[in-house]
Structures are given as C-alpha cells and as structure tokens.
C-alpha cells in the first residue's frame, strides 16, 4: 500500500450502522463500522493486546469498537479509550494501546481508503 493514495475498498451499502464489517483489501485485515450519523471509519482488525480480531466483536451505542477478547474499546480514529481490566477510575495514558487508523471517504456508493 501507498501511502497518500487512495484506493476502492468496498461499496458504501456493505457497512451497516451498529455493525462490524471485516474485509481483507491489500493485503490488510480492516475492520470498518458506521456510527449512528452514518460516518464510516476503519481501523486495523487486530486489537493491540491480544491480536484478537476486532470485527469479531461489537459495535457500542458510542460507536466505538469493542475487542471480543478483553473488551477493549477503540474510537474511530483507532485510540484506545477503555479497558476494563483497568477499572472506570483508573484510565491513565492509554495511547500505547491505539490501533492503526485508516481514512474513509465516500464517493457515489464506493468506500476509498488511504493510510495516512
């Protein structure tokens, strides 16, 4: 893959809002997801801890995608936000957790990627 280059991924209709949608394009495991605007985002589908597949997991009301191992949740843009071995009051730095994010655009009815 390119970087700064966009290619044809999947069709817009494939990703449903609430849903996880894995797909291998590139040579790259991806997990996309639609949030309930209707945004579609995409992150590497392979959670940072275990190397579970995230698409194997569950899309949240927050849409954020949570990890089917551990629970680990990851925003859109591939951060980690939560992890529930942590506790609700102990979330400290959890960027070393992030996983690879990769832009979405929508054109016509086709999904484009580029890595950044």
């Given amino acids: 893959m390119i970087k700064n280059q966009w290619y044809t991924v999947l069709s817009s209709r494939e990703v449903k809002t609430g ?3 894995a ?3 590139l040579n790259l ?8 605007d209707g945004i579609v ?3 590497e589908d392979r959670c940072s801890h275990r190397k579970a597949q995230l698409s194997k997991g569950k899309c949240t009301e927050d849409g954020l995608v949570k990890c089917p191992f551990h629970g680990i949740e990851f925003n859109s843009s591939g951060g980690c936000e939560f992890i529930p071995a942590y506790g609700i009051s102990n979330q400290e730095d ?4 992030n996983v690879q994010e990769y832009i979405v655009r929508k ?10």
């Fill in 19 to 21: 849903r996880l949608t």
């Fill in 23 to 25: 797909a291998k394009r």
């Fill in 29 to 36: 495991e991806l997990c996309f997801f639609r949030n309930k």
């Fill in 41 to 43: 985002s995409c992150v």
């Fill in 94 to 97: 959890l960027s070393r957790f």
């Fill in 107 to 116: 054109t016509w009815d086709y999904l484009f990627l580029v890595r950044k």
